[in-house]
T-cell receptor
Framework: AQSVTQLDSQVPVFEEAPVELRCNYS??????LFWYVQYPNQGLQLLLK??????LVKGINGFEAEFNKSQTSFHLRKPSVHISDTAEYFC?????????????FGIGTKLQVIP | KAGVTQTPRYLIKTRGQQVTLSCSPI?????VSWYQQTPGQGLQFLFE???????NKGNFPGRFSGRQFSNSRSEMNVSTLELGDSALYLC????????????FGPGTRLTVL
């Protein structure tokens, strides 16, 4: 079985400050990792993904994440946030289970950027 | 390329009724997954279809069902609606069976009164 834990349900941060949204996963097989963002009344949009190769992954809107296999983590970071980054962020893991690729999402972290 | 479309965007039903939601994936995508999103529960996987076959199913009662057509469009049906079925239902499409990247539609907001 695979699971995803997003350790913070809400993260308030001042504009232009750095932010880190934490994600830990559990899986018995090798996985792919994703971060999605959801703005109000919209679907999810892919921010970045780790499939293989370099463990530091850069995504859209200045976000990046680092895959740490030993700590089974995939934390999302941005050096300087903007008001427009206020949204909900979801970490997801995709692993092969029962012959099929299965995607499991975390419960989400609400990022609130304070002016 | 047009994105994933879902219809209707909003729906209000009463308990006991049934509802059908529709999803049109990105052209060329053959895999469609459905999720239920509620506050505090995050995204719960409902089922996934690939080439008209259900490949995976989440832990939902049999009142929740779905299908996929030959053009990859998918529908999900919920019968005998309960208040707890109120949620945002999201559809995601991906190119193939690897699910390496899913593209989400805007969702259908279902309210059960």
């Amino acid at each position: 079985a695979q699971s995803v834990t997003q350790l913070d349900s809400q993260v308030p941060v001042f504009e232009e400050a750095p932010v880190e949204l934490r994600c830990n996963y559990s899986s018995s097989v090798s996985v792919y990792l994703f971060w999605y963002v959801q703005y109000p009344n919209q679907g999810l949009q892919l921010l970045l993904k780790y499939l293989s190769g370099s463990t530091l992954v850069k995504g859209i809107n200045g976000f990046e994440a680092e895959f740490n296999k030993s700590q089974t983590s995939f934390h999302l970071r941005k050096p300087s946030v903007h008001i427009s980054d206020t949204a909900e962020y979801f970490c997801a893991v995709s692993g092969r289970t029962g012959g099929y690729q299965k995607v499991t999402f975390g419960i989400g972290t609400k990022l609130q950027v304070i002016p | 390329k047009a994105g994933v479309t879902q219809t209707p965007r909003y729906l209000i039903k009463t308990r006991g009724q049934q509802v059908t939601l529709s999803c049109s994936p990105i052209s060329g995508h053959r895999s469609v997954s459905w999720y239920q999103q509620t506050p505090g529960q995050g995204l719960q996987f409902l089922f996934e279809y690939f080439s008209e076959t259900q490949r995976n199913k989440g832990n939902f009662p049999g009142r929740f069902s779905g299908r996929q057509f030959s053009n990859s469009r998918s529908e999900m049906n919920v019968s005998t609606l309960e208040l707890g079925d109120s949620a945002l239902y999201l559809c995601a499409s991906s190119l193939d069976a690897s699910n390496n990247e899913q593209f989400f539609g805007p969702g259908t907001r279902l309210t059960v009164l």
